[in-house]
């Protein structure tokens, strides 16, 4: 019988995916002989590989076969699965419950050559650049199967319960609203869920989906943990579909606005006004809240760095709201990254250091507030460089990966270098100017390519091309 090995390809606190325990599981249903994790120093005929997160990618590179056949799969693969097909045998694109099982008794009789074709499958050997991507594939039903799933690697253990799949708001930038359609788990799978939980293990449940508060039974959900004598943390809640959904005060409440202004929400598809952001936190502190989290995404191709002065003063209304005691709210700001399986794909991503500039500066002026009332924290702010990783490896192709190991450690770089090179080599290409987004806001050290921005050399500026009266490139 094949043996299978299974681990997740991330840093050792990351690991507890709920999504390949699930995998693992069907496997195990389906009568086959796996580990999960695998067990270094055993050869195994099958290795499954969980990726979780595209910056994950770059583990790829040095990491081992424990098998003839590696397989990769998890959600990054259903937003873009080119940069690990040179890494493995097959990729799988999709929800793996019922098409792994299917997948494991093809290559049982026929290698894994005999995945090529069927649906959600990609055959490395098989693949060649510009073929289509297949569409991801998804569980019809959701699989009811599913056991909670008890999560050791934190500091204390917790238990997961999955109530939904995809997202049904589909936020333009948002992978989760894109890469796979909304359903929710009965009411009944999730009440079975709870009351099999073993209190002795943990009293912790973290009930998950994409967006908690959108699921229709979502306050039931938090009186049967209750009931049970189970705490729940709590995920983010959409502010234009508040609902009256009762919570312990001190719970954390997150939101994610997502955009400084009206109009780039809307343009977003978060369809937030300023007015609906100030009465929320009326709303919610006078019911009693006190800890919020707002999770912003700048940096789109259309926001200039005025756009901020339009947030500033809705959270200066915020401000001056009358409290009655101290409230927190942490602001985590997060550049925004085209993901390929969203609209705003083709979206160029911009990075203004004026706009993270007056971020900072906004942040301590407003830190402390005089006498009672809103203490406003930086949560973090990503920087240049850690965002044009994470471009360069979500938008990435089959070559990516490829040239970040033959670059080593000195990849970024060396992979600007090696843009610099296509830049030379495609300068006498009209389509070229197409490339590019000139727009006199950009520094003019920096230049944009492939959805990715970049710093510009001098020896760049002494090429043929030359900067134009709006600060963009010229001479191509
Ligand atoms: S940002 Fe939230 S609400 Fe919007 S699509 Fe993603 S998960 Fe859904």
């Given at each position: ?12 606190q ?27 120093g ?9 990726i ?39 990729v ?19 290698g ?20 289509t991507v ?8 959701l ?35 894109h ?13 079975n ?6 209190t ?9 989906a ?10 039931e ?11 729940t ?34 343009k ?7 007015r ?5 936190f ?17 940096g ?18 915020i ?58 924290t930086?949560?973090g ?7 044009q ?21 000195n990849?970024?770089n060396?992979?600007?270098n ?8 495609l300068?006498?290409?009209p ?17 944009h ?14 090429s ?7 600060g ?5």
């Open positions: 019988m094949l043996r299978i090995g299974m681990r997740e390809l991330c840093d050792q990351d690991t507890g995916s709920p999504g390949a325990f699930f995998i693992a599981h069907h496997i195990k249903l389906a009568g086959y002989n796996i580990d999960y994790p695998a067990v270094m055993v050869k195994y005929d099958i290795e499954l590989l969980s979780h997160h595209s910056s994950d990618f770059l583990l790829l590179i040095d990491l081992p076969k424990i098998a003839p056949i590696r397989i990769i799969g998890g959600h990054p693969m259903q937003n873009n699965p080119l940069p690990v097909i040179p890494f493995c045998d097959a799988f694109i999709g929800e793996g419950e019922t098409a792994i099982k299917e997948g494991i008794k093809k290559i049982e009789k026929g894994v050559s005999s995945l090529y074709g069927i649906d959600g499958w990609i055959v490395s050997k098989e693949w060649k650049h510009g073929y297949p569409d991801t594939v998804i569980e019809k039903e699989p009811d199967e599913n056991p909670p799933y008890l999560n050791h690697s934190g500091a204390s253990a917790s238990w997961y319960i999955e109530i939904a799949r995809g997202c049904p708001f589909k936020c333009a930038y948002c992978e989760l609203g890469s796979t359609r909304y359903r929710p788990h009965t009411i009944e799978y999730i009440r869920a709870i009351n099999s939980i073993d002795k293990k943990s009293r912790k449940i973290n009930i998950f994409p967006d908690e508060a959108s699921f229709p039974y979502y306050q959900v938090v009186n049967l943990i209750e009931e049970k004598g189970c705490s943390s709590f995920s983010s809640m959409r502010i234009d579909t508040v609902r009256d959904i009762s919570l312990k005060k001190n719970h954390l409440i997150r939101m994610g606005i997502d955009g400084m202004t009206e109009n780039t929400r809307f977003v598809n978060k369809k937030i006004t300023n609906d952001i100030i009465n929320y009326i709303r919610r502190t006078r019911e009693g809240y006190v800890q919020f989290k707002i999770f912003m995404v700048f789109y191709e259309w926001e200039n760095t005025e756009d901020f002065e339009e947030f500033a003063e809705t959270m200066e209304a401000r001056r709201i009358p409290y009655r005691t101290n409230i927190s709210i942490r602001v985590k700001w997060t550049p925004f990254i085209p993901q390929p399986c969203t609209p705003l794909r083709k979206c160029i991503p911009q990075y203004d250091h004026d706009l993270v500039a007056r971020i900072n500066e906004w942040h301590v002026r407003v830190k402390t507030p005089r006498g009672i009332g809103a203490y406003i930086n949560d702010i990503m920087g240049e460089r850690n965002r990783r994470q471009v360069i490896l979500t938008c990435g192709d089959e070559n990516t990966l490829l040239k970040i190991q033959k670059f080593g450690n990849w970024e060396e992979y600007y090696d843009i610099i090179l296509v830049l030379r080599q300068n006498n290409i389509q070229f100017r197409r490339l590019f987004l000139f727009h006199s806001k950009y520094p003019k050290d920096r230049f390519f492939q959805n990715a921005t970049f710093p510009l050399p001098q020896t760049i500026c002494c043929p091309l030359s900067f134009g009266k709006n963009g490139l010229t001479g191509l």
